[in-house]
């Protein structure tokens, strides 16, 4: 899933000054399971944000909703009045979720409430954990399941820098495994070690980001 | 979840007349709130008796109430009264809410024991009518009842499995008993209907029953011991049980040898290390020429054998030191060197020893996890099965219908463990005795539309209470499991899960 | 290997089969030519040639190209350090290009210190490639003369195309994890077509005669000139340091507390100490087979270089 | 927002509300809103901030020991609810003691008497 965190307070209040009537729009799926921008935490945002109004004496009035899913038109229809009705939404979906409801709603002024992290996983409850750089052309294979694009700090692909120590990565060894310790051990484990000696070539980047903003168009499911 | 339209009625316990007086009666009736329907005001006498409950419920029918405020007696328990009538009048007990009146005399006027002062009625009032706002905006609960299999499963070969299943085959119970050479591999359903796989020597089968009892002993030895030699670097370590037999390949000298033995290496250890310490202690101690110390945060002798053993202990030479706080043994070739600070005397002593042996029951190691993630059963700080908790306490654990007994709960001191079996075979024998569970359908209910299937509830349950429906995607409580704390709906990040008597509208209506 | 690849002062001493001694030396953090001057001075005569740092730990400092041709201008022999964090494939070629074009004829590949450890945290990497695909771009241009997506170095003109002459470097860390890893690692960095190697700084040198072994045993010490890498210990804090702070490396005890033992006599002889330590050490290294010779990164030591490489018996440098 | 002189105390019925039970003083009873929970581990953050955005001075959330909670980890949960409370009023600029957990046992009941009292105090010196 996509994983995100809610923005600093501060920052979300200043953005929404000035406007009178704003609508916390949550998110039902990806930011709702880590914890960022499900129906909780939009209630929770909005009477924080009436509390911090209550204390600085700013009349603004706040409405709040969640819907499925920020980055599907069809799930805006239930909220249309609403954000219609609203000088702002302070949107509580990823980056991709904000960017569509600015789409769908021209000329409203969607505002970001969260800071969009990566494509992870539920570790344990409240840890997430990257797992994927959306890099367009998946290596998984070659390193047993482990991607080094992602989880290596340097995306390294011919195995670990110098940095790996007791399975740990030196830009923050409580935190990061290193990812080529864990691709060792799994290869080891499957009896693919002399897989890992072969040189991989410089890898083609131009199937992710670096190949311009992504589109994909299946010709056989277009209407 | 909207509330329903049953009526609610409030209902004074007057005790005999002896509570209130006739016009605080009055007082109160004028000044109760109901958003609905006629007034409801029922008082009655002697609540607490057949009589005056079954008179209760032919009002409730005939007025339609299906929900009550229950307000009066101080004479019973908290809760106790208010039972009683949910259960006689068939009222779920969630829908029944109890106002205590205190008394308002002080003592000593016992003419007026109840005479109520202005500022008295006003809080009953106000207690009364905030509970009227609380059952308008629930819902009526309706209750099922679950058939509870009569099958037990007991895991575990020692002499904690084996009285638990003594004691159940005495009551009428055909205990399947999971002997060592036999393995849980895995258990499915809750309490009532549990669905056990089993490996046995005649190869895996599946058993159904309602209660099961783990009752499989001390697993910890190898982790334990382990942790004992990663810390310490002495060669003449053993662990407790074989100190004996490693000190008789000790060779004499004429100087004599000393032993040493440490019980409560990371945690004080109960009476079966003390048994343990202190017949090793003895044994070696008649040996030619060997000097045993026996070094202890705490002996625990609290039984006559036990006493009389250590008291035999001393007699024939044992010394016993007590230490505070940690013990450090360090070892060269010749000797292993045990230095500690005596508690009762405060100054520090040192023991050369030729051998000293580990108590491993008071050694921080890894836990019986398969055991514990297998059965959903808490393991404590030291990794023994059964939470660290004084509610959980004997034989409980967190999840319904599962049971404790004996060395994997920590207890491996013989009598005890027996004991426990016992009392888990009795706990096991009250709840299946009844056949089926009454379950007041209150549990905690899952909007399937807002549910985002996160998997939240099902991590952050401690009674493993929710599962995932599969067919519909979407997570569900199971009544009788859930013990409706509503932690899974305090955590929700979808707010997807409520429980119904305690909704937020619920809640926030009473704040005004 | 047979013929010169890049007619370098390290090759040669290679070739000659003579015991190769280089040395380290960190651009200024500013535009200063003088800095380099001064260092260069300290290490003229006393190695046989001298790696530049790019960047090193992340920290802005005067490019290494730049820095290297000064260095040369001084009479020194650079060892271009490239590393992978802040440059892509089109300005890394582009780089040896110019760094050949300017004469600098020794290269070497690094991974790189991530950004987190410099004084530019929030700026964003580049690891378009690693240090072993950066060895495999420099051979297939000096010796394919090709660029790493397949297209021929051209001469625009109908001149015949001057290729990079480079002696291409790599590093290797033979203490970090996993250490089962790290020989083949280097195996993987001779394939891509490092001809030589210089080692991560060594004090275990135990574990360094483990690692040794498993390379004697692929046979790559035939493959590839390794020159151990040395630090001198100026201090029993900067020791302590190595020993706890750095990833990777192990100071023995018997280093520290000989040092400490100095100081609480006299503290002005722990560097001599220090030195001794470092030369017992040099001793050492030159009896194991397979090593080629030495790496000394005397970091702001500079001034000691020539002191060490004496009393390790090591000048004069040879002329070849 | 109207302001209300209350304190609201969301107590665990298996032990707050038990401690709450005995106290006869009125003028801690008249200066707290006693709210029952069947766990402390039910409280959400959302609730405490809809406390305060009512008006109301403090919350106070009491549960029961946290090793010792009737429903194994209700009361660890709530402490890290209330925390994110308090640190989300710091952030808001508010005073972050209008929030405070209690673990009781159901028989402390002098102790819940105190914690009001405390919070009380607390509160005045932050707005005085």
Known sequence: MITAVQKPFDEIYEMIQGYKKILVLGCGTCVTVCMAGGEKEVGVLASAIRLANGKNGIEMDIAEDTIERQCDREFFDDVKDKIEEADAVLSLACGVGVQFSSEVFEGKRILPGLNTKFYGTTLEMGVWSERCAGCGDCVLETFGGICPVARCSKSLLNGPCGGSQDGKCEVDPENIDCAWQLIYDRMKSLDLLDRLEINEPVKDWSTGRDGGPGKIIREDMTL | MSADKDKTGVVLCNCGGRNFKKEEIKSLQTRLQFSSGENLFIQSDALCTKEGAASLKETMSKKGIKKLVFAGCTAKKSGETASFIAEKCRIAPSNILEVTVPAATPEGEKDSPFGMKEE????????????????????????????????????????????????????????????????????????????????????????????????????????????????????????????????????????????????????????????????????????????????????????????????????????????????????????????????????????????????????????????????????????????????????????????????????????????????????????????????????????????????????????????????????????????????????????????????????????? | MNGIKSGSNLEKVFAAGKFAVTAELGPPKCADVEVIRKKAAFLKGNCDAVNITDNQTAIVRMSSIAAGFLAMQEGLEPVIQITCRDRNRIAIQSDILGASAMGLKNILALSGDHQNFGNHVTCKNVYDMDSIQLLQTMKTMRDDKTFINGEEIKNSKKDEPVEPKIFIGAAANPFGDPFEFRVIRLAKKVKAGADFIQTQCIYDMERFEEWMKQVRERGLHKEVKIMAGLTPLKSVGMAKYMRDSVAGLSVPDSYIQRLAKVAEKDKKAVAAEGIDICVEQIHRLMDIEGVAGIHLMAIEWEHRVQEIMEKAELLPRPAV | MDTIDKIAVYCCENSGLLAAGPVTDRKILDSIEIMKLPCSGKTEMGLILKTLEKGYAGVMIVGCPKDNCQFIRGSHRASKRVDSAKEMLAAIGLDPGRVRMEFLSSVDSHKFVKAVTEMWESLKIATS
């Open chain 2, 120 to 512: 008295l009625i006003r809080s009953v009032v106000k207690g009364i009518n905030k509970h009227i706002g609380i059952l308008e905006g629930m819902e009526t609960f309706a209750t099922k009842k679950v058939p509870l299999h009569q099958g037990v499963l007991v895991v575990g070969g020692g002499s904690a499995a084996q009285a638990a299943a003594d004691v159940l085959t005495g009551r009428g119970y055909s205990p399947i008993l999971l002997e060592k050479e036999d393995e849980l591999l895995s258990l499915q359903g809750q309490v009532g209907s549990f669905t056990a796989t089993l490996s046995t020597g005649g190869g895996v089968k599946q058993a159904d029953c309602g209660a099961v009892i783990l009752a499989s002993g001390f697993s910890r030895e190898k982790d334990a011991w382990t942790s004992v030699t990663s810390r310490f670097a002495s060669p003449h370590l053993v662990p407790l049980s074989k100190l004996a037999d490693a000190a008789a390949e000790l060779p004499r000298i004429p100087s004599g040898r000393s032993v040493g033995i440490v019980l409560d290496l990371d945690v004080d250890e109960g009476k079966a290390s003390s048994e343990t310490a202190c017949r090793t202690a003895l044994q070696l101690q008649r040996q030619d020429g060997l000097q045993v110390y026996l070094f202890c945060r705490d002996i625990r002798v609290g039984s006559l054998p036990l006493e009389e053993l250590y008291d035999d202990a001393r007699d024939r030479g044992v010394v016993i030191v007590k230490y505070e706080n940690q013990i450090r043994i360090s070892g060269t070739n010749g000797t292993t060197l045990l230095s500690c600070t005596d508690a009762v005397l405060g100054n520090p002593i040192q023991v050369a020893c030729d051998l000293a042996g580990i108590s491993l029951y008071g050694v921080a190691a890894g836990g019986d996890t398969r055991l514990s993630e297998i059965t959903g059963v808490d393991l404590d700080s030291l990794g023994r099965l059964q939470g660290n908790n004084i509610h959980l306490f004997a034989t409980g654990t967190n999840i319904p219908g599962i049971f404790v007994a004996g060395g994997c709960r920590g207890n491996v001191y013989p009598p005890e463990a027996e004991r426990e079996g016992r009392a888990a075979a009795g706990e096991v024998d009250l709840l299946l005795s009844q056949k089926e569970l009454k379950v007041e359908l209150s549990e905690a209910k899952v909007d399937a539309d807002k549910c985002a299937l996160c998997l939240t509830c099902i991590r952050a349950c401690p009674h493993n209470a929710m599962k995932i429906n599969r067919e519909e995607s979407v997570a569900v409580s199971v009544p009788e499991v859930c013990q409706r704390c509503g932690i899974c709906a305090g955590e929700c990040p979808a707010k997807a899960i409520t429980l119904p008597a305690y909704t937020d509208d619920i809640l926030l209506a009473q704040l005004g």
